[in-house]
């Protein structure tokens, strides 16, 4: 399978850390030593997980060659802080889209939904069940977050992006999807209390920051190599290694522990903060117009519950 075309969608309100300095006194030089942000998006009073996944999903139509809307038969939205847990976000970008009668599923897997997104998609196209789908990350961390809290109040920003996906090549710019794998680790360390989001108490906590470190570098680490060794290749045949936005010290280690150069890192956290699982994809979404013929791309994500997972990717 392959992928046709990538855009994203952020909110107009930047938020420097300046504001957190006022808040409650984290100063930004701290901020930035810590995690490597320096600003990030705040979504606006009318907008929301959904709003934000339809501006992104007309956007890649918008822009995609050879496709039109009601090509689309298949639509998976993927978000840890969704505006309605019925609504689903990938029904409402259906019904903004106007495409009837056709599978629509959302999912959540922390901060790794993008990627157990994309295997849906395989897992469809296999079967032979759809053949032009939507992946659809978003996330509106504002909506919950408790910017009082010192420990990870600071970290979160909004953000949007669209994939289209295709059973064939369309195009020349097209990337073909070599492999996705992805994986559980819900049982190591604090698996399950170190990040969480409970609704109804509207705060996402972080309580074992470094019990996620640790296990962040581990495990985009292992899981990076493991794609590339499973197709016959080492780091230095990539092009650019997209992994989750989370905090610019992990993906730094995960550098080190490849091999790969520091200018073949894709990293927008600085100035986006933790984005979710929308994060890596509008990294991959300002990475593909520079793509060139032989580039290799691996995308590699980890969530909190824990999850994890790499997207091989290669424009032919």
Known sequence: MY??????????????????????GLAS??????????ERRRAGAKENTNTMAIAAAERVLREAPGIDTADI?????????????????????????????????????????????VEIVEGYFALGKARRALVI??????????????????????????????????????????????????TVGKATTAVTLRPLDRDIVMPHGRDVFQYACQYMTQVTEQVLSRNGLTVQDLRWLIPHQANKRISDVVLRNTGLPPERLVS????????????????????????????????????????????LLTRE
């Open 3 to 24: 992928l046709h075309h990538v855009a994203a969608y952020l909110p107009a309100t930047v938020v420097a850390n300046d504001h957190f300095t006022r808040l409650n």
């Open 29 to 38: 030089d701290w901020i930035i030593e810590r995690t490597g942000i320096r």
């Open 73 to 117: 038969d298949l639509i998976i939205g993927a978000t840890y802080t969704p505006h309605d847990t019925i609504v689903t976000l990938a029904h409402a970008v259906q019904h903004a889209l106007g495409v009837a009668d056709i599978p629509v599923v959302s999912i959540s897997s922390a901060c790794s939904s993008l990627l157990n997104a």
């Open 137 to 186: 990350t978003s996330e509106h961390n504002t909506a919950y977050n408790n910017e009082h809290d010192t420990v990870a109040g600071h970290l979160w920003g909004d953000g949007a992006a669209a994939l289209l996906f295709t059973a064939d090549k369309l195009a020349d710019t097209d990337l073909r999807v070599n492999e996705v794998i992805t994986a559980g680790a819900a």
């Open 268 to 311: 927008n956290v600085e100035t986006l903060g933790n984005t979710g699982c929308a994060g890596a994809a509008i990294g991959l979404a300002d990475t593909l117009p520079g793509l060139q013929p032989g580039d290799r791309v691996v995308v590699t994500v980890f969530g909190g519950g824990y999850s994890y997972g790499a997207m």
